[in-house]
């Protein structure tokens, strides 16, 4: 049983086993105190490790220069194989099926290339209703460019009448009214306004079982959830690592591509020399001969000065394993879910919580409509010190990243609310 009291937040915190890591991390300040820091679901908070590994890359820029790429500590050529395995323990693949390169719609545009093939009858793209603008723009310009009408087809599973999220099962009905003509589902595994975590085990299943491929934006999925993305039998995948992940303002992407597809010469993609077969890449050969895995969808020369935030921020990960992140955040959004509910009851308050309350449905996020209080509370508590998300029409988006966000944190967050709301009725 939960207490909305400082002293029972702080014996949480005490009890909390990756507490630690908190310190890890650099904290913004306002009006010279720490902020209580909610928006990990666009960007991460820096860790404080990541600049050495930064400067590693530029003093061996600086000493080396072109030798870099091979005399480096870490050499710059296969840089980015260092994250195969801390990578896989994250999404749930093999070390082979990921890779890390470009940003997260330029990959899903490649991937598209190769896993939407419209043929005949099988044309149609399945994705969801209010998917993340950028998501919505890419498919509808690769629909266009194949020539057909984006009108047709993509289609959108919708919530129901006066409901928030999706139900699974509209999904998989919406599968099988599509039938034949459904040539992929591409859908965000964790919706980016609600928060709601669709099963993907169960739709990826499905959907394959109508011979159709099937992909996932996991931009608000990695490093937030528990992903088994190779016993699932995804097809592919793409993340962004500036999220959950920590790796700095638009950085490098990471993606997965299922090892029953890496061996597949019919596979077409669009080729670059990183993605060719690293043994022979330097004999510049006219002929592509793809790298075995993921990395033979890479396409050029990977950009080392991005990838080492991102390094510092999977070594990390690997260290805490997704195991004790997962039972943390269960823990501490549980804990935030019952201070807005007590602080709602405390001031007769009237927002809602739009997001599932099912934690299998849920993830490191609370959606909040704010019924009536409109954006004036969100700009109150920007200026406090809490850093939220607003999105229109009226909601603001928690995410309590148990990387660094205490549960003293979410009791203080719940004070501010409190107040908050008392000073602008």
Request: glycine letters at 6%.
């Amino acid at each position: 049983m939960f207490q909305n009291t400082r002293e029972f937040a702080q014996q949480l915190d005490n009890q909390d086993a990756i507490s630690k890591y908190r310190n890890e991390f650099i904290f913004p300040k306002v009006d010279g105190k720490q902020v209580i820091y909610f928006t990990g679901n666009s960007l991460g908070l820096q860790p404080k490790r990541t600049k050495a590994y930064v400067d590693e890359i530029m003093s061996d820029w600086a000493n080396l220069a072109v030798e870099g790429h091979f005399y480096a500590e870490k050499p710059w050529w296969d840089y980015q194989e260092r994250f195969a395995k801390p990578l896989s323990k994250v999404v749930g693949a093999l070390p082979s099926e990921v890779t890390v390169m470009n940003t997260l719609t330029v990959n899903l545009h490649l991937l598209m290339v190769s896993f939407y093939r419209p043929s005949g009858r099988r044309i149609k793209i399945l994705c969801e209703e209010k998917a993340f603008p950028s998501d919505q723009y890419m498919l509808e310009s690769q629909v266009r460019f194949r020539g057909y009408d984006p009108r047709t087809t993509i289609v959108e599973i919708r919530r129901r009448e006066g409901e928030h999220n999706i139900r699974h099962e509209d999904i998989l009905a919406k599968i099988d009214e599509i039938g034949d003509e459904l040539a992929l589902v591409l859908i965000g595994g964790v919706n980016y306004y609600t928060g709601q975590v669709f099963d993907m085990k169960a739709i990826t299943r499905y959907a394959q079982q109508k011979g159709a491929f099937v992909g996932w934006d996991l931009a608000h999925a990695a490093g937030n959830i528990k992903l088994e993305l190779h016993d699932w039998n995804v097809d592919f995948a793409a993340w962004c690592s500036y999220k959950y992940m920590n790796s700095g303002p638009g950085n490098v992407s990471g993606i997965f591509v299922h090892e029953m597809h890496h061996s597949d010469p019919e596979m077409p993609r669009f080729a670059g020399w990183w993605g060719h077969n690293k043994e022979r890449r330097f004999k510049m050969e006219p002929k592509f001969d793809a790298a075995q895995g993921a990395e033979g969808w890479q396409i050029s020369n990977l950009p080392v000065i991005s990838l080492a935030p991102y390094l510092a921020s999977v070594e990390m990960f690997d260290e805490v394993g997704m195991d004790a992140l997962i039972e943390k955040r269960d823990r501490i959004t549980s804990y935030l879910e019952f201070v807005l509910s007590e602080i709602q009851r405390e001031v007769n308050g009237n927002f809602e919580i739009i997001t599932p309350t099912n934690p299998s449905e849920r993830a490191c996020q609370l959606s909040v409509y704010l019924h009536g209080e409109g954006r004036n509370l969100f700009d109150y508590l920007m200026k406090a010190g809490v850093i939220t998300d607003w999105r229109e029409p009226n909601v603001i988006r928690l995410a309590p990243v148990p990387l660094y966000c205490s549960f003293e944190d979410m009791y203080e967050f719940g004070q501010v609310l409190k107040k908050g709301i008392q000073q602008l009725h």
